[in-house]
């Protein structure tokens, strides 16, 4: 079945390291990828989306997203966290089929930031 | 404030009973969506609705059945709660693809059916 993974189920840094966060997705042709974060007790905030262009995208934060096609991959990087980082991380797909905005979202991973 | 407005927040459901959520959106969106969210299984799409008038089955949808009432407003209804049931339900609803799938998310309602 097509889906989207994300590797890292929990990850656990402390203030000041650098952060990466895998995702894949299985579905063939072009794809828009998003990553959202949950903070505790809060809804999902959008924090970068690839729809084309340059492969290497910015968003809030501090948080930057590669799109590597030919690894259908579109993984998370932050240089530096913080304490305020700690939040649950979803990567989503808006596959290739039909005209709505449904997104298929990956199992999500907690970060854990460590002061 | 504009935004998706959920109720009830929290509710605790007898096996077999129903209820319905309640959503509405202020934006003037087509699209709009409800996905429920568990622990290690991310958020997993129910039922979505393109445009008034229009559902369509997403990935979990068996136990649920939802109405477009209008362009506001979209409920999802359990018939028959199931423990399974037991989750946290988004509604969303986004703008489309010329404005960049914009997603806004309701704050939730947690479900528990004992």
């Known amino acids: 079945a097509q889906s989207v993974s994300q590797h890292n189920h929990h990850v656990i840094l402390s203030e000041a390291a650098s952060l990466e966060l895998g995702c894949n997705y299985s579905?063939?042709?072009?794809?828009?990828l998003f990553w959202y974060v949950q903070y505790p007790g809060q809804h999902l905030q959008l924090l970068l989306k690839?729809?084309?262009?340059?492969?290497l995208v910015k968003g809030i934060k501090g948080f930057e997203a590669e799109f590597i096609k030919s690894k259908f991959s579109f993984n998370l990087r932050k240089p530096s966290v913080q304490w305020s980082d700690t939040a649950e991380y979803f990567c989503?797909?808006?596959?290739?089929?039909?005209?709505?905005?449904?997104?298929?979202f990956g199992q999500g991973t907690t970060l854990q930031v460590k002061p | 404030n504009a935004g998706v407005t959920q109720t009830p927040k929290f509710q605790v459901l007898k096996t077999g009973q129903s209820m319905t959520l309640q959503c509405a959106q202020d934006m003037n969106h087509n699209s709009m969506y409800w996905y429920r969210q568990d622990p290690g299984m991310g958020l997993r799409l129910i039922y979505y609705?393109?445009?008034?008038?229009?559902?369509d089955k997403g990935e979990v949808p068996n136990g649920y059945n939802v109405s477009r009432l209008n362009k506001r407003e979209f409920s999802l209804r359990l018939e028959s709660a199931a423990p399974s049931q037991t989750s946290v339900y988004f509604c969303a609803s986004s703008t489309p693809r010329d404005k960049g799938y914009g997603y806004t998310f309701g704050s939730g309602t947690r479900l528990t059916v004992v």
């Open positions: 989503a797909v808006k596959p290739p089929s039909g005209n709505t905005g449904k997104l298929i």
């Open positions: 579905y063939g042709g072009t794809v828009n």
């Open positions: 609705s393109a445009s008034e008038g229009t559902t």
């Open positions: 690839y729809f084309s262009g340059d492969p």
